[in-house]
């Protein structure tokens, strides 16, 4: 939906990349969704835009604050953030959270929390 903000943590390696790239697909964005670790976020077309920011680099919440992340948050589009917990305070209370864990090589366990529901109310 327009202006969704999908916040992801986890360890490095539990595929918070790879969910961002099934995300991008289902948003109709048919280039390849790359991790935008040096330049922190990405935009790609598609039936909304879609915003790719990934925070791994940045080490406060102020930092976050000084690049204005929270302007993709109102642009229409999907954003979706890797590493979110380094959002701090910015943090979207209507933001869909999803915590990545791994299990295993081949297993990860993944918790969603939204607010999606009352929002529809």
């Known amino acids: 939906m327009p202006n969704d903000v999908v916040a992801l943590t986890g360890q490095l390696g539990a ?3 790879t969910l961002i790239q099934g995300i991008g697909k289902g948003a109709g964005v048919s280039d390849y969704v790359t ?3 040096f330049i922190i976020v ?3 077309p598609g039936r909304l835009p879609f915003f790719h920011v990934d925070l791994y680099r940045l080490e406060s919440e ?4 000084d690049l204005g992340i929270e302007e993709y948050f109102d642009r229409g589009g999907v954003c979706v953030i890797e590493w979110a917990e ?3 305070s910015l943090m979207p209370g ?3 959270q999803i915590e990545l864990e791994v ?3 081949t297993e990860r ?3 969603v929390s939204s607010d999606l529901a009352a929002r529809l109310k």
């Open 94 to 96: 209507t933001a869909h």
């Open 109 to 111: 366990k993944i918790c």
């Open 42 to 44: 990405n935009e790609y």
């Open 15 to 17: 595929g918070k990349t």
């Open 103 to 105: 299990i295993s090589d």
């Open 86 to 88: 380094k959002l701090g």
């Open 35 to 37: 991790s935008p670790t």
């Open 62 to 65: 102020a930092e976050v604050e």
